[in-house]
């Protein structure tokens, strides 16, 4: 049987699948994110026992990447806040072990592909992907295009306007109060020192978190009028926070642009915390068989 891999590299884990020609995931495993060598070990551990039907693999990786084919660092992660990752030749170790194709995007884009292809996105010409959880991404789909150019987008440091009622400075150490910088998991636990899904759902505070989201689906709507959005992440998974986004959505479009109805308009993932590993799988099975 023809099998493709996945490796879902997130900043805090990785996830390492794989699945056949109709991405069902066949198997999956997900470690820690720890130093380069002891992190690749387990990879190459994984897919060392499938090298007979392996035909490709696609991986979406924590960034910044890039992604230029023709630069000297294409397959690299590059000026990433974890050090010992910084200019990391993640495509060119892979290549050591496995002589295969390999489909190479951002995590985001990864996920973003995955409900494209199996989820929320099917048969939509225009799709984007928001992650909120540990830091926050954002990918753009049009016509199965990843919407990029000299490199990938980085759409999770949009510069947002602070709540009246939030005195927080941020967290990003480049942009103070842009969406990461206000609304990533991280910045609720530097407010409170404790988790989001510590505090209760009537804080006031997911009124200042869902102003900060909707800011980000006000800006995107205005930017690619696309025919969906998708909210993913561990902070959005929460359930009491979408409609809290959705109404704030509406102040703040004041009647300006008429969207398709918000239920199906703002969502979250069909494919849940599986989007990533089955856009892998998509990317590497479409990279083996175009």
Not at 138 to 146: I, K, R, S, V, W
Not at 180 to 192: F, L, N, Q, S
Not at 261 to 270: G, I, R
Request: glycine share 12%; net charge negative; with cysteine.
């Amino acid at each position: 049987m023809k099998l493709y891999g996945a490796i879902e590299a997130g900043g805090t884990k990785f996830v390492c699948a794989v699945g056949n020609r109709d991405l069902e995931i066949i198997e999956q495993v997900s470690f820690q994110t720890r130093n380069p060598d002891e992190t690749m070990e387990e990879v190459v551990r994984f897919f060392s026992r499938f090298t007979e039907e392996l035909q490709s693999i696609g991986v979406g990786s924590f960034g910044p990447i890039d992604i230029q084919q023709d630069s000297e660092n294409y397959g690299y992660i590059t000026s990433t806040p974890k050090l010992s990752w910084q200019y990391f030749d993640f495509v060119g170790t892979l290549k050591k072990y496995f002589n295969l194709p390999i489909a190479w995007t951002t995590d985001v884009n990864a996920a973003c592909y995955g409900e494209y292809v199996k989820g929320n996105g099917i048969g939509l010409s225009n799709v984007v992907y928001y992650t909120i959880g540990t830091g926050v991404g954002g990918a753009a789909l049009q016509n199965g295009y990843f919407i990029e150019g000299f490199s990938h987008p980085e759409m999770g440091h949009m510069i947002v306007n602070k709540h009246p009622n939030d005195s927080f400075e941020g967290t990003c150490p480049f942009h103070k109060h842009c969406l990461e910088g206000m609304a990533a998991g991280p910045t609720i636990e530097k407010r409170y020192g404790r988790k989001g899904q510590e505090l209760a759902e009537d804080d006031t505070f997911w009124e200042i978190e869902a102003y900060y989201i909707a800011q980000c689906v006000y800006n995107t709507t205005l930017l690619f009028s696309p025919d969906i959005i998708i909210l993913g992440g561990g902070v959005i998974s929460q359930q009491h926070i979408l409609p809290k986004v959705h109404s704030a959505f509406v102040e703040l479009m004041n009647g300006y642009v008429k969207t398709p109805d918000l239920v199906n308009y703002v969502v979250t993932p069909k494919l849940g915390s599986n989007a990533g590993t089955i856009g892998c799988l998509a990317l590497a099975e479409k990279l083996t068989n175009q």
